[in-house]
């Protein structure tokens, strides 16, 4: 009998080990870590010979995001509703301290000073923006136009605050989670079109003025026949919005924008127009990546990051490292990991229990993909230069402990979802 017991025992010990190890996500946990280690040995490497030890930081703050991503896991996200709006509200005071009480560095006042550390408040705010947006879309029905109105408001706010920093960068990356939720939660593809027909406005505004007497006339008879009951109230609306802006858009350009923020939306079309200014890490950033060939120089070898080309290219620009030391094969295997990081998100998003925890981690797929996207278009010359960081890759403590607490809500979402198949 005691032999038998043990045997039950041994037994009963595999199958629950088996179940643990089904129960891992193994792409949530594992892709991420993969990414952060690579990326130690490229921050080391653009730092050689200064003794600065910002890939130690990385590292610490990676093990720091993993322990939080088991605890989310943990947490029912539903949970978190009943706060929505008291964290909103923190948030927007966080952001309006920020502006006039904020640490400055590099020409920007986005830090707050706290312990020694210094945290980046408008990183906090994407996660912010996810759960009010969820928490609205969840009950929001597209029948009417006007429907639109208080998810571009509760946007337009942390917006506007994280803008005038400045932190052109950030603000984007609303934009994209903005357009995400709002076609994940069923908004007509005519209405997506409308949204983005106002960045034409805009630019025509600023480049072919003339353009406008064909263009707002073809938004005003789209927006006819694409809206409920062809309502010409609203058709008229649209109308009026993209005379606004065509009206604003020069005045914002002129203005609002300062002049390297200028620089970097024109100079990506041809950066040797300044080769030693606005266009210099541009050019500097494709001639690391194109040097690296198809293997690389290898990890710690890549002679123009050693020299360091490229200022502070351990953030923004730790794609051309990546290219420079690891070479092409080396960055595509990086996009796989990527491309199966989003992929394993949206098959968590398709299968959440809840419209309000789908929506939270299709917010969150589509921060990563702007970001990745803009990133790595920037370093290669295809867009841009935005500040935009690199997810896991980029050294910047705020954006990857923000990371890892992404992670955390999809993990509590899958794991919910897992739960709710298994009873069924």
Known sequence: MMGFGRNQLSTFKIVRNKKIWKDIDFIIWIVPLILVHLSCFLIASTQRNLGITDWYQHLIVAYVGTLIVYFLAQLPLQDLRKYIKLIYFFTILILLYVSFSG?????????????????????????TLILVLASILDRNRFSDLSQLIKPLLVSFFPWILVFIQPDLGTS????????????????????????????????????????????????????????????????????????????????????????????????????????????????????????????????????LTKLKFIPEQHTDFIFSALGEEVG?????????????LIFRLIKIAIEARTDFESLIVIGIASMFIFQIMVNIFMTIGLGPVTGIPLPFMSYGRTALLVNFISLGFCLSVSRRGQSIRKNL
Do not use: C
């Not at 830090?111 to 990183?123: V, Y």
């Open 328 to 340: 092409f094969l080396g960055a595509l295997l990086v996009l796989f990991l990527f491309f199966i």
């Open 103 to 127: 640490t400055s560095a590099l020409g920007a006042q986005r830090w707050l000073s706290f312990a020694g550390l210094n945290i980046q408040p408008s990183e906090f705010t994407k996660l």
């Open 172 to 303: 984007l990356v609303f934009g994209a989670i903005l357009l995400g939720m709002l076609y994940w939660s069923g908004m007509p593809y005519e209405w997506a079109f409308i949204v983005l027909a106002s960045l034409v406005t805009g630019l025509l505004s600023n480049t072919y003025q003339l353009g406008l007497v064909i263009w707002i006339p073809i938004i005003g008879f789209l927006s006819y026949k694409s809206l409920p009951n062809r309502n010409k109230i609203l058709t008229l609306f649209v109308i009026f919005s993209h005379l606004l802006i065509a009206k604003i858009a020069p005045w914002f350009w002129e203005t609002v924008l300062r002049d390297y923020q200028k620089d970097r939306l024109i100079l990506f079309l041809n950066p040797s127009k300044d080769p030693l200014g606005g266009g210099y890490h541009m050019l500097q950033s494709k001639i690391g990546i194109g040097s690296g060939g198809l293997f690389g120089s290898g990890l710690m070898q890549g002679q």
